[in-house]
């Protein structure tokens, strides 16, 4: 028995096994490429700081030198009485604010950042040593630079925003407006280039559900590498179906090539066999040979299928009761009542006669000549959770993997001259086409757990 259910979530409550996390490859190429860009974005941002800040500040202390050498030369070449009618057009018209230097002026120089000490500095190497630059004269705020006309001295106080830098926000804005702009281009960029590996892999998954048709991908695409990939996918889909369908029609065709002949076989028997010991030998030969031929097309089966809400109770109910007369078998059930799944009656119900022919023959109890088989069942969230437990032997744990192989059968021990090795794989098949899990285990006190993930199905109604 088997199930392809999630590895980390086991069927019969054992501990789960811890998986790795792992990223789809839209979001990996998505990260990588933010953080290129965003490094990249960051990298020009401080390039373009470290190239401004020199200019700017050679540009700054040229533009308020300017400034104080006007006003000095304008201040020099006015009578006393121009001066006032001078400071006043300076004030009104350039918001500069000439006035004498007290003593008892209290002043705050600049913030000492490196701008405003490089500033400082080229203004000192301009208009002399003795220049002080000030952010504010007796609580008032500005920009104010001291300087000397012989040996009077003077404040000129203008605004500061005329001179200032780009504020820190401003900077913030740019900077997050180019990464808000990176990383769509990254989300993009990562859409653009896992596309065609997502549209791959839906194909994929549709091919290994058997759907040939639906797996088709576009072969005019502009990029030529994926036009290539698409063709040879196509074609390789194209072949797949095509050996599909013979295989199909071949193992159907057993059944007209040979189950007539053997129906006419066992006619004869009955009928020209005298002794009734060899004759009953006979066509038990002659059945086994048509149950052997009804699990190959049973495996050849179409995958079409259509699921319905399907009463899992009555289901196991059904399987069981040509069953229960059989001296050999003792079934205990513990399913959660209304199980409803979604399912196809007809291929559920092959399924579960599978895996209980399959219990009957191998979970003997050592030394007794009695399968005992446990039926659990219950929902888990939007999923049923089925489970059948022989108490044989159990399989070795290296085989354990093999066993839905079609044609692989266990050691000897596990083997019978009816047994094609198609039961299991069988139950794989079908339980997969229904949207379903399959896997095997070994239970933790013997014997065999085959667990079964199937879709719940929200509905009243019930086929059994």
């Known amino acids: 028995m088997t199930t392809a259910s999630n590895p980390s979530v086991p069927l019969d409550g054992g501990p789960a096994r811890a998986r790795k996390p792992a990223l789809s490859l839209f979001w990996r190429t998505f990260f990588l490429l933010a953080l290129l860009l965003l490094g990249s974005v960051i990298a020009w941002t401080q390039t373009l700081l470290q190239m401004e800040f020199e200019p700017r500040a050679l540009q700054t202390a040229d533009q308020i030198a300017s400034v104080v050498n006007l006003s000095r030369a304008a201040v020099m070449h006015s009578d006393a009485i121009a001066r006032v009618s001078l400071f006043k057009t300076m004030k009104d018209q350039e918001h500069l604010t000439i006035r004498l230097r007290e003593p008892r002026d209290v002043f705050e120089t600049l913030a000492t950042t490196d701008l405003n000490r490089h500033v400082v500095e080229q203004l000192r190497s301009r208009l002399g040593p003795d220049t002080i630059v000030a952010s504010s004269v007796n609580q008032v705020q500005g920009l104010w630079v001291g300087f000397s006309i012989d040996k009077d001295r003077y404040w000129l106080q203008t605004e500061r925003n005329r001179f200032d830098q780009p504020t820190q926000e401003t900077w913030t804005v740019w900077l997050l407006t180019a990464a808000v702009l990176s990383l769509a ?34 072969e005019t695409v502009s990029t030529q590498e994926i036009r290539a990939v698409n063709i040879g996918f196509n074609r390789m889909t194209r072949k797949l179906a095509q050996i599909e369908q013979d295989r199909t029609v071949m193992l159907a065709g057993i059944s007209h090539d040979l189950r007539t002949p053997l129906a006419r076989l066992r006619l004869e028997a009955e009928m020209s066999v005298p002794d009734a010991q060899a004759r009953e030998a006979m066509v038990g030969d002659i059945a086994q040979l048509d149950a052997i031929i009804g699990k190959f097309l049973d495996y050849a089966r179409p995958g079409d299928m259509r699921l319905v809400p399907v009463s899992l109770n009555n289901m196991v109910e059904t399987c069981l009761e040509p069953l229960r007369k059989r001296s050999d078998l ?120 085959a667990n079964i993930v199937l879709r719940r199905a929200h509905g009243s109604a019930a086929l059994a």
């Open 185 to 218: 281009g990254a989300a993009g960029i990562a859409r653009l280039i896992n596309r065609p590996l997502k549209d791959l892999s839906q194909a994929a998954s549709r091919v290994h559900e058997g759907d040939f048709e639906a797996s088709t991908l576009d």
């Open 330 to 449: 003792d079934f205990k059930l513990a399913l959660q009542d209304g199980l409803m799944v979604q399912a196809d009656p007809v291929e559920l119900q092959r399924a579960l006669v599978n895996l209980l022919e399959n219990a009957a023959r191998y979970g003997k109890s050592e030394g007794i000549e009695l399968a005992r088989v446990d039926i659990s069942a219950r929902y888990s969230n939007d999923k049923v959770l089925l489970r059948l437990r022989d108490h044989g032997n159990g399989v070795p744990p290296e085989q354990l993997k093999h066993l839905t192989t079609p044609f692989f059968r266990g050691d000897s021990a596990r083997s019978a001259a009816n047994s094609t090795g198609l039961g299991l794989a069988i139950v794989e098949q079908t339980i997969s086409r229904m949207g379903g899990a399959f896997d095997l285990s070994n239970a933790n006190g013997g014997g065999l757990c």
